[in-house]
Each structure stands twice: as structure tokens, then as C-alpha cells.
């Protein structure tokens, strides 16, 4: 029914009320950036879980601690031929039954002709050493590269534990130094509220990393360092991107009353989310297949040890960089500064009623205002029929 007074001011709100737009699947969104994941609006869930995460980790680590390789805590490792008649629970049984206490792990490594069996142990005394050797040789019989029987088959090291505590000290300080370093990066390369984001992002990867490690008892060996390193400096690239991408949506954003800052900084983590996941899942499948060759084709422990601390460090980072990072730095810019004024401004807009939308007198207050929150009309929004005149 047509409106017969052309002076009415009042605008049905029901008209206002957008038509059934076409539907996008999670993936096409997740693609193409535009899905509207409320990662910012939702930041109190991802703080409450990256807090659990965190809290988790530090217990594990105050509680359980480390399992320390042998590099870092001494002791002696006794490596013997892998053949058909020498399993692990041999090993270990022939050198409890001399010794009268068990190793600390026997393992296989290797595959093949170059298999062996791994047994690390407790720094062994000369007595000790010639015991489980000769134990181990009148039992299996091993044979050297020539294929001949022979005791100098079974090889024995010994690692001090002074040695043990040079190595741990050297790693604490290239750790230290590297996440200084890496401290004052971030802070000549972001403004200040970003670095303190990016920092925070970091020593979350840093301590949850650490955490799991010591949770699900992974041993820590310099090759883990070395890739606790790099996966540092992985997190923060990915910093960098999404930081990158934040400021190129927020560049202005003070000037314009149609979006907030978090608004914008939630889109530039939408358009990130699928690189960070494709970056992350190509980063991790040649992990994958380094582990499948270190553990069962190789045995090479070095491999095995890098390529566990990346494969966690990645995933974690990749959580950190849009998960953590970017709430935490709305949550500084929206704590005070013109950003706050800026969002306060938004929002008081938008709650009131000159929006662009007039409401008759005594229209119901509850039906709040109709316009969208970025001041475009929504998919499939019916036309007023009125054109805005052109300003001059």
C-alpha cells in the first residue's frame, strides 16, 4: 500500500529488513577472506584458551621438567648392531641383569644393515663399561662393517657432566640472545602497541612450545634448540604479515565513522587466516615426511629432534600470530588513545537513531536501529525509493 501523504518523513523499519542473500560455504569464505570470523569480538574465548594453554605449560615445566638428552646432562651411550637375533627388550634385560638397574632408554635407530640399538644410560664407570660390553658381546655375538664377530662391534661414549653443563649454558644464552634481538626487531619495526602484540605472541609460542615438549616428555637435545630458534623467528614473519595487512586496512580509519578499528583489524585477520593456514600446512608436510624418514627409514635422532620442535612450534605460531596477536593488540589501541575515542564515537553513533534511518514517534525503542555497522546497505536489502541528493 502506497504512502499518500509525500511529506511523511517516516520510514517503515520492516522495509528495511534484508532479503535472503546467497549462502557461502565455511571453505568458499575461509578462501576468499570475506568469511567475517569473529576473531576480535570473540577475543575473551581465545584469551581464555591461550591462557588454559599457557598455564598448562608452565605446570608441566615447574612440575615434570625437561627430559634432558645426553649432550646436556652426561652419561655414557653403548650403541650395538641391530641383527635378527638383538631386540630392544634383549638389550635392556642383559644390561639390567649386569648391572643390577636399569638404563634410561633403549631405542632402535637406523634401519637396515645400518641399524643399531641405542642404550643411554647414566654416566658408567670403566668396570661397568667393560661389564655390560662383554655382556652384550657373549650374548649377541654382533659383527663389525666386515662381517666379521668382534667385540670393538659394540661402540661405548661417555659424556661428562661438565661437558653436559657448558652445552646448557651455551644454549640458555643463544636463547636469550636471540629473543633479545628479535625484541628490538619488533620494536624498531612496529609502532609501539604492535610490538607489544608481537612480543606477547612470542614468548606464548616460546613457553607453550617448551611446555608441550616437557608435557609429553619429547628429549631435549641442541638439535631442539636449534629448531626452537627457528621456529622463533617463523613466528615472527607471520607477525609481520598479519600486522602488515592491519595496517593497511586501519591506515585512515580514525578519519571515517563507518567502521571501528577492531572491525577493521578483524577483517585483515580473515584475509591472513587462509595464508597462515596454507603457509602453516605447506610448512609442515615436509616436516612430516622429515620425521616419517628420520624415525623409520634414516634413525638419524638430529632429524627427528628438529624436525618435532618445528612441527609444534609451527602450528603453535600460526594460532599465536592471528589468534593471540591480533586481539591483543585491539585490546591496547582500545584501551585509551584516539582509537579509543574513535570506537566510542562509532558505537554512540550507531546506537542513535540519526543513522540514516528515521523512526516515527513512538516506535518501539527495542527494535534498535537498522542499519548495518559498516553504513553500505546489506545483500539483498530492498531500495527505499528515495536517492540521496547530490551535495555540492
Known amino acids: 500500500m502506497s504512502n499518500d501523504n509525500p511529506t511523511e518523513e517516516s520510514v517503515n523499519l520492516d522495509k528495511y529488513e534484508p532479503a535472503q542473500g546467497p549462502k557461502h560455504g565455511f571453505f568458499e569464505r575461509l578462501y576468499t577472506g570475506t568469511g567475517g570470523f569473529p576473531i576480535v569480538s570473540r577475543r575473551r574465548f581465545f584469551y581464555t584458551m591461550s591462557a588454559v594453554l599457557l598455564l598448562i605449560s608452565l605446570l608441566s615445566i615447574a612440575v615434570r621438567g625437561f627430559t634432558l638428552g ?9 650403541q650395538i648392531p641391530a641383527a635378527d637375533n638383538v631386540s630392544t627388550q634383549q638389550v635392556e634385560d642383559v644390561y639390567a641383569q649386569t648391572l643390577g638397574h636399569g638404563p634410561v632408554s633403549v631405542q632402535k635407530v637406523g634401519s637396515g644393515a645400518s641399524a643399531t640399538i641405542q642404550v643411554r644410560s647414566e654416566t658408567l664407570d670403566l668396570t661397568q663399561t667393560e661389564q655390560v660390553q662383554s655382556a652384550l658381546f657373549d650374548r649377541f655375538q654382533p659383527k663389525d662393517s666386515a662381517g666379521e664377530v668382534s ?8 659424556i661428562s657432566e661438565t661437558w653436559g653443563g657448558q ?14 634481538l628479535t625484541m628490538i626487531y619488533i620494536a624498531i619495526r612496529f609502532e609501539r602497541d604492535m610490538s607489544i602484540a608481537a612480543i606477547v605472541s612470542l614468548f606464548f609460542n616460546l613457553f607453550v612450545t617448551a611446555g608441550i615438549y616437557s608435557l609429553v616428555g619429547f628429549e631435549v637435545t641442541p638439535a631442539a634448540v636449534i629448531g626452537l630458534l627457528t621456529i622463533l623467528g617463523y613466528v615472527l614473519y607471520d607477525n609481520v604479515v598479519v600486522f602488515d595487512k592491519v595496517e ?5 580509519v580514525l578519519h571515517l565513522n563507518k567502521r571501528t578499528y577492531a572491525e577493521q583489524a578483524n577483517l585483515a585477520a580473515n584475509q591472513t587466516l587462509m595464508r597462515s593456514i596454507s603457509t ?15 624415525v623409520w627409514l634414516l634413525g638419524v635422532g638430529t632429524l627427528k629432534d628438529l624436525a618435532l620442535v618445528q612441527l609444534v612450534g609451527m602450528i603453535v605460531g600460526a594460532y599465536s600470530s592471528i589468534f593471540l596477536a591480533v586481539p591483543v593488540l585491539v585490546s ?43 553504513g553500505a546497505p546489506r545483500p ?11 551535495r555540492h
Open 70 to 78: 645426553i649432550d646436556f646432562e652426561g652419561g655414557s651411550r653403548i
Open 151 to 158: 667385540r670393538n662391534a659394540i661402540s661405548i661414549a661417555e
Open 167 to 180: 652445552i646448557t649454558q651455551k644454549a640458555l644464552i643463544a636463547l636469550a640472545v636471540f629473543v633479545l
Open 248 to 252: 593497511e586496512n586501519t591506515r585512515g
Open 280 to 294: 602453516t600446512v605447506i610448512g609442515i608436510l615436509p616436516i612430516i615426511g622429515m620425521l616419517v624418514i628420520a
Open 332 to 374: 591496547i589501541k582500545e584501551r585509551w588513545g584516539p582509537v579509543a575515542a574513535h570506537t566510542k564515537k562509532v558505537l554512540d553513533k550507531r546506537a542513535g537513531v540519526g543513522a540514516g534511518v528515521r523512526v516515527p514517534v513512538g516506535a518501539s525503542a527495542a527494535r534498535g536501529p537498522r542499519p548495518t555497522d559498516s
Open 380 to 390: 539483498g536489502t530492498r531500495p527505499s525509493g528515495k536517492r540521496q541528493k547530490r
